[in-house]
């Protein structure tokens, strides 16, 4: 499957992106969708993911309650709403898609087998 994330840009500490990630190529709706983030200097860390159906999502502790993602397998899409966002948030965010399987963490990179080329996310005054 391809990913195509989008969305991402400039906004100041407490506003508001959507970034999508739009899946081609293979069944979107087999696959697990995953966010990550990576600052310059800093190791890619998880954000959020979402199961094939969307009915279970897992967020890292810092974002709970500021993010959601969402998914709408008949677009092909995978949304992440983020609100308040905070300075240190400053990232390129990535979309990655990896196969059911209940043995690995939803948040090991590790399992993600197809990756988005990213959309970079800058909170600043």
């Known amino acids: 499957v391809q990913l195509q994330a989008s969305g991402g840009g400039m906004v100041q500490p407490g506003g508001s992106l959507r970034l999508s990630c739009a899946g081609s190529?293979?069944?979107?709706?087999?696959?697990?969708i995953g966010w990550f983030r990576q600052a310059p200097g800093k190791e890619r860390e998880f954000v959020s993911s979402?199961?094939?159906?969307?009915?279970?999502?897992l967020y890292e502790d810092s974002v709970k309650g500021r993010f959601t993602v969402s998914r709408d397998n008949t677009k092909n899409t995978v949304y992440l709403q983020m609100n308040n966002l905070k300075a240190w948030e400053t990232a390129m965010y990535y979309c990655?898609?990896?196969?059911?399987?209940?043995?690995?963490?939803?948040?090991?990179?590790?399992?993600?087998?197809?990756w988005g080329q990213g959309t970079q996310v800058t909170v600043s005054s």
């Open positions: 979402t199961t094939t159906s969307g009915d279970f999502t």
């Open positions: 990655a898609a990896s196969a059911p399987n209940r043995y690995l963490s939803l948040r090991d990179h590790d399992r993600y087998v197809y």
């Open positions: 190529g293979r069944t979107f709706s087999n696959y697990v």
